[in-house]
């Protein structure tokens, strides 16, 4: 039961931090997308003090034998750049680009109850689940 609220809170912190700092609006990223045009730069330093806080949270953290609530971390060991790693991270890039959306502020907006939220919320889990009947992995 800790583990689970502690993954709450964390959820809770994450998801506030996006509605804080703009990233749940859709026109304020495409705004930061667009440098040729209207350029804000302000998701700028919320991707820089995200990049500082897991730079010197990571150097904490990981001299601990274990996490509070695992047996051990699950951190990333792979280091090659396949196909599969650039292929999806072009797709993502381009739907972030197209709708100003990326999957954690798209969960958090869909409390706004706007439609266009919705669909791609929808479309983003179809997507996903279309992968796992592809994949089989």
């Known amino acids: 039961m800790k583990a689970v609220l502690s993954a709450l809170a964390a959820g ?7 509605i804080v ?3 749940v ?3 304020k990223v495409l705004n930061f ?3 040729a045009g209207q350029w804000d ?4 330093f919320v991707m820089a003090g995200a990049a500082g806080t897991v730079f010197i949270g990571y150097r ?4 601990r034998p274990a996490p509070f609530f695992a047996d051990r971390f699950n951190v990333p060991t792979a280091t090659k750049l396949d196909a599969r790693l650039i292929g999806g991270a072009a797709m993502f890039g381009v739907g972030w680009g197209l709708v100003g959306f990326c999957p954690g502020p798209a969960l958090t907006a869909l409390g706004t109850g706007a439609m266009p939220v919705l669909v791609f919320a929808v479309a983003m889990l179809a997507g996903m ?3 796992r009947w592809l994949v089989r992995d």
């Open 33 to 35: 997308l667009d440098i």
């Open 21 to 23: 700092s703009g990233m």
């Open 60 to 63: 904490f953290v990981l001299k």
């Open 129 to 131: 689940a279309g992968w």
């Open 12 to 18: 809770l912190v994450f998801g506030l931090g996006l």
């Open 41 to 44: 730069p302000s998701l700028a």
């Open 25 to 27: 609006n859709p026109a």
